[in-house]
């Protein structure tokens, strides 16, 4: 070995030595400052095609989110399931989305809960495991595949440790299929998957378009049958730079969730009209109906269900360890604008 | 680092033997150097280049000028790997991929190697279907999967079906070229000394077309690979199995970059492998027998 390669070798491992010991304090941001007191000029914001996303598509729709947001353009995004939109989030094309509860815990611990914040719930219940109707218990379900829509959403989590509660071993006792939602209602009807954990309206479809019959509802395994579905998820720079921002969205929240609340009749046809344009699909109007007699709408996050979920989040395999939920629900500016609007505050933890 | 060249002694005036003498002058002296310095000369610099771009992207990430879900450190992309390799799921991973790389390879040959022949040969079929085996060249297959899964579902018959359409074209094109390039007079003389058509191609076409074809085996087998990760990115059922193509979209669906890293450097470590445990020595082997490389 020459002489420069080795002091070559040399080099390279000192600034390998130098590079290893510390990482550098990352630094403030100065280029995402308030622009006009916390008001954005875009909010990028995104949500399903799913009944669970009423709030979203009304909010959206009705124009109740552009009318809080003043001179902030609204630009919206659709997607299948969590994973997407989180990973859209991480890439900055994205300042918020409503997004199930697996997902948005998951984002928290990836980026060593750095990157998001839950500002408010929108959706309770609303996810059930529908079956081919001759399978009548979990025992029957050996052998089975079973659909969900993606790895690590919200239901693919729930059905993994309801699973496991049954001593049903993934991968030899039953198969898991992550479909897009529409797909799991062509392979069911062709037979290629007997069961499928889905949020609403796709249970309701499978049981009322393609005669399944349901063997669980999500709430049946919840104290008080309450757990979020839907919560309302912002980037953690955008509420920091934002924050005037953040809060007209949340009140066009409150508004769209009081609409579903107060006139379910014209909150059904809204979304229906939204879910087609969005997809091109109009549901008919008893799989509408069934869908939205399966959850209920608030803008309570339900705090104290989410150490439970991080913990199903293990169980089920989609995080390694327990994830430290600390700064991950950020109420204020909701229970600020409920207390505008005359309304009882939520529960921060 | 030259040896002395070899002294010749001619040792009297015997004319053969000061020929032979002769000759020995005019071969090329053939250096040897030790085992252990050879293996270095070879492993040093790829090492090197490795160690350069860990440091660079250690002090990339030192800077956090991006946020760790974005660029991990090199050391947690290294745990994410150590896990598969210690719950020993690294293999399975891999075997799957790589087992339907080499079976879909090998079917790819078995079909344009005669298809090849054929085109290169046969005026009709040139002109029939010559253009469309370019143009099926330079379609990426990727834009096969939607069709593939529709017509086989999430099935393996939707991998093979992409990964031979990628993989075909390119094979059969090298041979195509490979026999173009072939010079006529070697054709002459397998007439002149009575080969028939089938002696012929595989006597004299073949062998002597063997560099190109091996370099359209060689990007063959790139597109099997790269065509196989598209579909198993795309096609994911548990069906199919955790390929790398699956493993890397697991990453990507729970968000966790290192595993998404972690895949991409699992992918590559199997193509510079299947590269340099296949390819090149085989590269070297038609090589040398050409007298095109030295001997090692």
């Known amino acids: 070995m020459s002489r420069r390669t080795r002091s070559l070798i040399v080099a390279l491992t000192a600034a390998l030595a130098l590079a290893g010991c510390s990482r550098a304090e990352p630094a403030p941001d100065t280029a995402a400052a308030p622009a006009a007191g916390g008001t954005a000029a875009e909010l990028r914001l995104g949500y399903f095609p799913n009944v669970t996303h009423a709030a979203a598509i009304i909010g959206d729709t009705e124009g109740l989110f552009t009318q809080e947001l003043g001179d902030t353009t609204l630009t919206v995004q659709n997607f299948n399931a969590g994973g997407e939109a989180v990973n859209a989030l991480f890439g900055g094309s994205l300042?918020?989305?409503?997004?199930?509860?697996?997902?948005?815990?998951?984002?928290?611990?990836?980026?060593d809960g750095a990157a998001v914040r839950l500002v408010a719930g929108a959706t309770d219940g609303g996810a059930q495991l529908v079956v081919r109707p001759d399978i009548t218990s979990p025992e029957q379900l050996r052998g089975t595949t079973i659909a969900t829509p993606q790895l690590g959403n919200t239901q693919d989590i729930a059905l993994k440790v309801w699973l496991d509660e049954q001593g049903l071993a993934v991968g030899t006792d039953v198969q898991i299929a992550n479909l897009e939602n529409p797909r799991t209602l062509d392979a069911f009807r062709a037979g290629e998957v007997q069961a499928a954990?889905?949020?609403?309206p796709w249970s309701s479809r499978l049981v009322l378009d393609a005669g399944a019959s349901v063997l669980l509802d999500e709430r049946e395994l919840w104290d008080g049958g309450n757990f979020p579905t839907t919560v309302l998820l912002v980037s953690t720079e955008f509420l920091q730079a934002y924050p005037d921002t953040v809060r007209a969205l949340i009140r066009g929240h409150i508004a769209a969730t009081e609409l579903a609340t107060t006139d379910p009749v014209r909150a059904r046809t809204i979304v229906n009209d939204g879910i087609e344009e969005i997809t091109g699909n109009r549901l008919t109007d008893p799989v509408i109906e069934r869908a939205f007699g399966e959850l209920s709408f608030s803008t309570d996050p339900l705090a104290a269900t989410f150490p439970q979920?991080?913990?199903?989040?293990?169980?089920?395999?989609?995080?390694?360890?327990?994830?430290?939920?600390?700064?991950?629900i950020d109420v204020g500016p909701l229970n600020a604008e409920l207390e505008a609007a005359g309304q009882p505050a939520v529960a921060a933890s | 680092m030259a040896a002395p060249p070899e002294t010749v002694r001619v040792v009297d005036?015997?004319?053969?033997?000061?020929?032979?003498?002769?000759?020995?002058?005019?071969?090329?002296?053939?250096?040897?150097?030790?085992?252990?310095?050879?293996?270095?000369?070879?492993?040093?610099?790829?090492?090197?280049?490795?160690?350069v771009v860990i440091v660079a992207w250690q002090a990339l990430w030192a800077s956090?000028?991006?946020p760790e879900f974005k660029l991990p450190a090199p050391g947690t992309v290294a745990e994410?790997?150590?896990?598969?390799?210690?719950d020993g799921s690294i293999w399975s991973i891999t075997w799957t991929s790589v087992g339907r790389a080499v079976v879909g390879f090998l079917v790819a040959v078995a079909i344009a190697t005669p298809l090849g022949l054929l085109v290169a040969k046969v005026a009709f079929v040139r002109t029939a279907i010559g253009p469309l085996l370019s143009g099926m060249q330079s379609l990426p297959s990727v834009a096969w999967v939607p069709a593939a899964v529709l017509w086989f579902g999430l099935t393996d018959a939707t991998i093979y079906f992409v990964v031979l359409l990628g993989s075909v074209p390119s094979i059969a094109n090298g041979l195509v070229s490979g026999i173009d390039q072939v010079p006529p007079i070697l054709g002459r003389v397998g007439d002149v000394m009575g080969a028939g058509r089938l002696a012929s191609a595989r006597l004299i076409l073949l062998p002597a077309a063997l560099p190109g074809y091996l370099a359209g085996c060689k990007q063959g087998w790139a597109f099997a690979w790269r065509s196989l990760m598209a579909a198993e990115i795309i096609a994911t059922?548990?069906?199919?199995?955790?390929?790398?193509?699956?493993y890397l979209k697991q990453g990507s669906d729970v968000n966790n970059i290192a595993g998404v890293i972690s895949a991409i450097v699992l992918i590559l470590i199997v193509g510079v492998g299947i590269e340099l445990l296949v390819f090149k020595p085989l590269e070297r082997r038609v090589l040398q027998t050409r007298g095109l490389a030295a001997p090692v």
């Open chain 1, 197 to 200: 954990w889905l949020p609403e």
């Open chain 1, 309 to 328: 979920l991080a913990q199903d989040s293990v169980t089920a395999g989609i995080t390694d360890e327990l994830t430290d939920l600390t700064g991950f």
């Open chain 2, 80 to 86: 994410q790997f150590g896990e598969i390799v210690v």
């Open chain 1, 95 to 111: 300042d918020a989305t409503y997004i199930g509860s697996g997902p948005a815990i998951n984002a928290f611990a990836q980026s």
């Open chain 2, 237 to 246: 059922s548990p069906q199919l199995g955790v390929g790398l193509g699956a």
């Open chain 2, 13 to 51: 005036r015997d004319a053969a033997a000061a020929v032979a003498g002769l000759d020995a002058l005019d071969t090329p002296t053939v250096t040897r150097t030790p085992l252990w310095r050879r293996a270095l000369g070879a492993t040093v610099p790829p090492v090197l280049t490795l160690v």
């Open chain 2, 64 to 66: 956090a000028l991006f």
